[in-house]
């Protein structure tokens, strides 16, 4: 069955991307202007917003809302 292919392909995915480091943490430090990301490995990455897709001019209130999607592979 097509669909059934479908699913299990798309399963086969999600558990690859399980398997490698994703997103425990995320906050806004805005004595230096960067979002911190704090990965499962231990490993804390940090960035300027205006590096970022879609933040480059956010204001610090907007920034301190982060949220960690639930498979920890992206922010919003």
């Known amino acids: ?13 999600a ?5 490698g480091p994703v997103a ?3 906050r806004y430090d805005g004595g230096r202007r960067r979002i911190r990301v704090g990965l499962s490995t231990g490993i804390e990455l940090a960035f300027p917003p205006d590096a970022a897709e879609g933040l480059a001019g956010a ?3 907007d920034l301190a809302e982060i949220e960690i999607t639930p498979s920890g592979l992206a922010l919003h």
């Open 1 to 13: 069955m097509v669909e059934r292919d479908e699913f299990e392909e798309a399963a086969a995915r």
């Open 15 to 19: 558990a690859e991307r399980a398997a």
């Open 24 to 26: 425990v943490t995320a």
């Open 59 to 61: 204001e610090a209130a």
